[in-house]
């Protein structure tokens, strides 16, 4: 694995779909928690208020892990370095830390995009290049096409759906997983087992969900608009889920509930 983005990224405050002084308010709250890697997208719409908010701060650059995503109607040759370059404008930045590709293409051939993708890390206008919801074959073809290091894959991750497939796969590729959906949209704060393994140690449901994602070796991205919530969410490395409750939350991986689909994102693929 990728120590460099498990190191930075373990705990990454997410942006979607956050805009304007919403995105601005929260990402500057989470700075002031200790978040130092934030998450954004073409896609998203909000890189300028990342990046204007981030400067903000007066922190150093050097001091953030900022990662971004390319869409994929941006994976043409013509049109992929160009949206990076504005990416990186709008971020007010001169590299991201991590640069991913957001989908799969539509029609599953995932090679030229792969390609520009290292011809962005080439270029420099990327420390480290990743993918999003790709299969566990397309992380089989990305390493072979790839040179450098991928970071990870990023994917829909709860403890609502089983996603043993993937990290065989990730374990296979050497393409570590990080999650985003990572508490399902509020859906697993209907499950009470959550809350009741919370209160052995002290901490809430959402921080049992999101230690069991990290105990699973997956990073973890969160967003939240509410400053209690923003800190809860960071502060998950101080206790460790036994592994009589890491079972028992393993068995609601079996709900498959699943968010991401073809009927909510065209580029979705057919999930393992």
Partial sequence: ?????????????GTFPLTGKDAEAAITTAVEVGYRAFDTAQMYGNEAETGATLKATGIPREE????????????????????????????????????????????GNVAPSLRLLQNALERKLTRNIGVSNYTVAMMREAVKIIDAPIVTNQVEFHPLLNQDKLLAGANETGIPLS?????????VF???????????????????????????GVSV????????????????????????????????????????????????????
């Avoid at 999650?179 to 859906?187: D, K, L, T």
């Avoid at 969160?222 to 939350?249: C, E, G, P, Q, Y």
């Fill in 179 to 187: 999650s985003y959906c990572s508490v399902a949209r509020g859906e």
């Fill in 1 to 13: 694995m990728n120590v460099y983005y498990q190191k930075t990224h373990q705990r990454a405050f």
């Fill in 64 to 107: 953030f892990c900022i990662t971004t995503k390319v869409h994929p109607e941006n994976f043409e040759e013509s049109r992929f370095l160009a949206s990076v370059e504005k990416s990186l404008a709008d971020l007010q930045v001169d590299y991201v830390d991590v640069l991913l590709l957001h989908w799969p293409p539509v029609d």
């Fill in 221 to 272: 991205n969160t967003m939240s608009t509410k400053a209690a919530n923003i800190k809860a969410n960071f502060d998950i490395m101080d206790f460790t889920l036994s592994h009589v409750d890491m079972a028992r939350i393993e068995k609601l991986t079996r709900t498959g509930y699943r968010i991401v689909g073809s009927d909510l994102v065209p580029w979705a693929p057919e999930w393992d």
């Fill in 190 to 216: 209907k499950h009470p087992e959550f809350a009741e393994i919370g209160k052995g140690y002290g901490k809430s449901a959402g921080q049992v969900v999101l230690r069991w994602i990290v105990q699973k």
